[in-house]
């Protein structure tokens, strides 16, 4: 099974500054199948990027995504107040399996 | 309204049965396998088991492996998951999730997600 490592685990940023997070995979994923959720507190995840660089329906594009093989990448441009969440990369080729997660907190 | 909506969800003690229903609406969900996905109280994202469209195939992980069975009415709009000998570690907010994809392959990203249902295994 592919086991996905986020990094890092908190990311303390200001509003305007530029994040970068990180998913490696301990076996490369078929078909770039890699996604990025975000979710805040309470409620329930949401679709940011799908194979490895697509945005979902309605993601602003400060939100990008980046990788291939076995290291993707999400990048906000920009950070605004309300993109400070929890992120989580998943993987689809095979099985499905998510990232422990990263933590993007206000500095 | 483009939606899905959990319920069933309860306080249960170990050992027991609970059933998980996902009631959908505003899109085709006959054309699109239907995920669950559990996180537990401050951990992060477990996928738990998928249905294909048709009921097809089923597929669960491994930790909830013969003690789960899941199903759908598509003429109900429904997918359900049947939680037998439940144990502590299950003690989990339950989500429901949509394929972003119609079609065949059971892995895919999830576009829709509902807004989860608490179980708690206790005594």
């Known amino acids: 099974e592919i086991v996905l490592t986020q990094s890092p685990g908190t990311l303390s940023l200001s509003p305007g500054e530029r994040a970068t997070l990180s998913c490696r995979a301990s076996?490369?994923?078929?078909?770039?199948?890699l996604a990025w959720y975000q979710q805040k507190p309470g409620q329930a995840p949401s679709l940011l990027i799908y194979?490895?660089?697509s945005r979902a329906t309605g993601i602003p594009d400060r939100f990008s995504g980046s990788g291939s093989g076995t290291d993707f990448s999400l990048t906000i441009s920009r950070l605004e107040p309300e993109d400070f969440a929890v992120y989580y990369c998943?993987?689809?080729?095979?099985?499905?399996?998510f990232g422990q997660g990263t933590r993007l907190e206000i500095k | 309204q483009v939606q899905l909506v959990e319920s069933g969800g309860g306080v249960v003690q170990p050992g027991r049965s609970l059933r998980l229903s996902c009631e959908a609406s505003g899109f085709p969900f006959r054309s699109y396998g239907i995920h669950w996905v559990r996180q537990a109280p401050g951990k992060g994202l477990e996928w738990v088991a998928v249905?294909?469209?048709?009921?097809?195939?089923?597929y669960f992980g491994d930790s909830v492996k013969g003690r789960l069975t899941i199903s759908r009415d598509n003429s109900q709009n429904t997918v359900y998951l049947q939680m037998n000998s439940l144990r502590l570690e299950d003690t989990a907010v339950y989500y429901c999730a949509k394929s972003l994809l119609r079609g065949v392959s059971p892995w895919d990203a999830f576009d829709m997600w509902g807004q989860g249902t608490m179980v708690t295994v206790s005594s």
């Open positions: 194979g490895a660089s």
């Open positions: 998943q993987q689809y080729g095979s099985l499905i399996v």
């Open positions: 076996q490369r994923i078929s078909s770039n199948s």
């Open positions: 249905i294909a469209y048709d009921g097809s195939y089923r």
